[in-house]
Each structure stands twice: as C-alpha cells, then as structure tokens.
C-alpha cells in the first residue's frame, strides 16, 4: 500500500530555530506539494514542486521557508528561524500527471514556543 | 484563477439521515473537481473526483456528488449517515491544464446517533 510517508510527525521547539520536515513522496510520483494547515486560515499551499523542479512557491513566506528536492524521494521544508506564528500542521502530498489527484501524508504537527 | 466556497463550517445529521455538503467553484477556463475527506490528527484522503464523462461521480464509502456547470457545483450527498462519517470534508478545484488545487474552508460534518 503506497503512502507519503512525513518525519517528524510531531516537533515543538523554541522560537528562533531551525525546523527542517522531509517528506518522502510515493514511488513514481513526480509532483510534490506542501501545504500549511491552521485553523484560522485553512488549508494553504505553499509550495510545489514537478520532477523536482519548484513550479510555483508563491504561498511561502521567502524570508525564512525554503523547500528542496534533493532527489526524487525526498522533498524538505526548512523553516529559520522559526516564529510562533509558524504552529501549524505541515502536510506533504504528492501525485503524478494527469488528472491531478494528491495523495497526501500524515503531516508533521509543529509547536514553536 | 479558481476558488472554491463550501456553504456551512459545520453541518450536523442524525445517523441514517441524508448527508448534503455544498460546495460551489469559480474557475475561469474548465475544472477538475475533488472530494477529499480528513479524519482527526490525519492527512486527506480522497473521496471521489469529477474530470469529464459522466457528471455524477460516485466515490468511496457511499458518497457521490454531482458536477453541475450552469450551477457551479459540486454537492456531495450520502443516503444516509453512518457514525464514522464524522470527519471534515474539503472540496478542491483545479484547472485541467496544472496542479494549482484550491481547496475550500471545509464542512466539519457531525453524526448524531
């Protein structure tokens, strides 16, 4: 059975410092996705990413998230330094051409304190 | 640009009652329709999808939903309510052409016994 598969599933740390989450797509997917989700604003895109090429980044604040692929299985979301504000769930998804469907991970749940 | 509105955050049934969750797009050029489904502390999963053909779509666990373009919808209907229905549903849209997928509030749907 095929999943996206998110490490960690759970962090909390103190405001200011670096927060990486990796996401491993399923096999044969070529597009990843991270969205954001929090209660007060849903749930947002903030980056995608086709044969690992970034594709549209336009949802992500630029000053203190970046994301990479560095190969076709693993695709990371840095946050530094990291701010209260960034709580939120993380969610990686990923899918193929075609008709578009994501399938997404379990996210990572982040607390900055 | 494509946006999604779902009508209602929150929409409680009784078990075996007609479950209804709106949904109404905006998209400027043809669409690709989504149901996803979100149990608690896990990611979404998806329910059913509209491409083309056939403008009724039936999906899993007894959902269905039905794209109606002069109407700009996309209902998702169930005949009748089961406790593990209790979930949050989003509806996405996104254009044929790429995988920018706008997703909606979302409906927290509750089940009543």
């Known amino acids: 059975d095929a999943r996206v598969t998110q490490t960690p599933r759970h962090k909390v740390t103190e405001m200011g410092q670096e927060v990486t989450m990796r996401c491993q797509p399923i096999l044969g997917h070529n597009t990843v996705f991270w969205y954001r989700q929090t209660m007060m604003q849903g749930l947002e895109l903030l980056a995608y990413?086709?044969?690992?090429?970034?594709?549209?980044d336009s949802g992500m604040p630029k000053d203190r998230f970046s994301a990479e692929m560095p190969d076709a299985t693993l695709a990371t979301l840095k946050i530094q330094p990291s701010e209260p504000r960034d709580s939120a769930v993380y969610f990686c998804?990923?899918?193929?051409?075609?008709?578009?469907?994501?399938?997404f991970g379990p996210g990572t749940r982040l607390t900055v304190t | 640009a494509q946006s999604v509105t779902q009508l209602g955050s929150h929409v409680s049934v009784s078990e075996g009652a007609l479950v209804l969750l709106r949904c109404n797009y905006s998209s400027s050029v043809p669409p690709y329709l989504f149901w996803y489904v979100q149990y608690p502390n896990q990611g979404l999963q998806l329910l059913l999808k509209y491409t083309t053909g056939a403008t009724l779509v039936k999906g899993i666990n007894g959902f269905e939903a039905e794209f109606k373009k002069s109407e700009t919808s996309f209902h998702l209907t169930k005949p009748s309510a089961h406790m593990s229905d209790a979930a949050e549903y989003f509806c996405a849209v996104s254009p044929i052409y790429n995988n920018d997928m706008r997703f909606g509030a979302g409906t927290r749907l509750t089940v009543k016994p």
């Open positions: 998804a990923s899918g193929t051409g075609g008709v578009y469907e994501q399938y």
């Open positions: 990413f086709r044969n690992r090429a970034p594709l549209d």
